[in-house]
């Protein structure tokens, strides 16, 4: 459900198609009286929704996950209409949300529910039991490039720990959002487990700043840092998922051809509005010519436009289309060689593929994220200082390495200072729910996905029984040979050498 209207809330905005300009929708402006009102309805929802159970929560989920797919053509088409990416592109969105609501539902109980740990011979009389329980209610701040899909990494997982969620979706895709609280009211409508709140900046601010129990947030670094020092007040926990400038490392033994498919997909699709796409190829010396040759021609043969034939869409954002023209631009002046497409492909809303060959490192377009449709090529003598490039930046969101030989490959992926690495694909950690998904430096920090993401949104419980009386050590009552007998144990269990 939405949050109700309250008396403040008079103001309104609409979302439009950024290929055509008309209108998609109608939201409110819900301000901090109303986004705290949401938070204050979450409360009660999240003590009912904790309160149900592990069985309970997972089948409700599971129904939603039903009701989701049932409903994929539907929200795939308003995907498609408030992001302007292909209609494919939009379905295999909510097929990924699907699968992560899926896993999140199925897993929760195994990843959080109490288990029994072993207590340690000193501590033998006494029964050790962990779980992990609810934080209660979690705040999402979601991005308009993945409108479901990024939020549904928070939010199933955040359900399926038992939290109740209020997510202020982006300004430009306040429908899809919308949309989704509708599915998960028809199947749980007892209570509102998902609100939305729907605004501009000063909405998420109201959110960041309000009294939730953990921020989860998806967008820039620099907002990031808002938000952050919004949670600071509170003292309320985030996990931040910003942007990368994500690095592709072509080997000598590399396949080629499937490099050369796999960078320009993850580097184009979507209009290259994706925090894991690639912005950065790092291609050794003997295989860079050919690999430059392959991608070229497969770059020429894309175009963006509305249709179901375009290969992707517009920019989301208007405003994005100047970054992309000034990091082109720089390229360029910078002494960059413009392959495929130049500073004219900026046609808004669209931009064509551009490919750009010897851009220096302190470039924008090397430095900065970019967002869009564009590539930096570089030419190394070895995969080490394709790695040590890759790594020069203060991101560090994921990457992928192609090379023939496996042992090679996993030692270099381990070596990008990424949270994920792909190898001999492209992004392929995204569509696998049990690989937790986050970055390190300016990419954020924390987890979603995976049962690292399910405990982001859970606190660990401690919990202990005593069985039988045994040695009592904490006891002003304590006896010398309850003590002595103590540290006989320990020189048995720790006084020996190691080799
Ligand atoms: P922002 O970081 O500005 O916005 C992300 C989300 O935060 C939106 O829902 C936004 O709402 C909200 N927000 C904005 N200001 C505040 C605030 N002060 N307190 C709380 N929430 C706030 O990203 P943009 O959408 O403006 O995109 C800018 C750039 O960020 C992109 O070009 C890209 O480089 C990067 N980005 C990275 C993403 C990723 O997947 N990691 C996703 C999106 C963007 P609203 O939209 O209403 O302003």
Redesign the pocket.
Known sequence: MTATMDAETTESFQSLSPATGEIVGEHPVHGKEAVDAAIERARDAAVWWAGLGWKERRVRLLNVKGALTRSLNRVATLIHRETGKPIEDAQLEVVLAITHLDWAARKAEKVLGPRRLFPGLLSINQKAVLEYQPLGVVGV?????YPLF?PMGSIGYALAAGNAVVF?????TPGVATLLAEIVASIVPEQPVLQVVT???E???AL?GGAVDKIAF???TP?AR??MA?CAERLTPIVA???GKDAFIVDADADVDGAADAALWGAMSNAGQT?VGVERVYVVDSVYETFVDRLTEQARALRPGEDRGASYGPIT?PG?LG?IKRHIDDAVAQGGKAVVGGPSSVKEPYVEPVILLDVPDDSSAVCE?T?GPTITVHRVKSVDEAVARANATPYGLAGTIFSGSRSAAMNAARRLRSGMTSINGVIAFAAIPALPFGGVGDSGFGRIHGADGLREFARAKSITRQRFSSMNLTSFQRSDKDMARALQLVNLLHGKRYK
Do not use: D
């Open positions: 701040i979601g991005p308009w490039n990024t202020k979706p982006s300004e430009y605004g501009f900046g909405t998420g601010a960041a998806t967008g820039s907002t808002k938000v919004a998922e910003c942007g925090c954002m994005q970054i994220e967002f």
